[in-house]
């Protein structure tokens, strides 16, 4: 059963990598990078290190997103936008 889990997890935390790379909508990557170390966390739970499981779900997909996404708006690159808002300009 652990390894079922481990290996859903990886392959999440592969599938949400790949994501990050192929996305063009920054605050989706920043969502990507999230779920990446959501599931690494839980890869932590599995091999039995939830100290360190709890520290990347607090670090890594809490403090890293919410940090990114303000540089995001910082920069100016904090808009979604949608294919129809393009074509009206």
């Given at each position: 059963m652990l390894f079922w889990i481990a290996l859903?997890?990886?392959?999440?935390?592969l599938g949400a990598a790949f994501a990050v790379?192929?996305?063009k909508n920054y605050l989706a990557a920043?969502?990507?990078?999230?779920?990446v170390s959501l599931?690494?966390?839980?890869?932590?739970?599995?091999?039995?290190?939830?100290?360190?499981?709890?520290?990347?779900?607090?670090?890594?997909t809490g403090i890293s997103g919410v940090i990114l996404a303000l540089t995001l708006r910082r920069v100016g690159l904090w808009k979604i936008e949608t294919p129809d808002e393009n074509e009206k300009h």
């Open positions: 859903i997890s990886v392959s999440v935390m790379l192929f996305l920043i969502a990507a990078i999230s779920v599931a690494l966390s839980v890869l932590f739970v599995v091999l039995q290190a939830p100290d360190v499981a709890l520290t990347e779900a607090a670090v890594g």
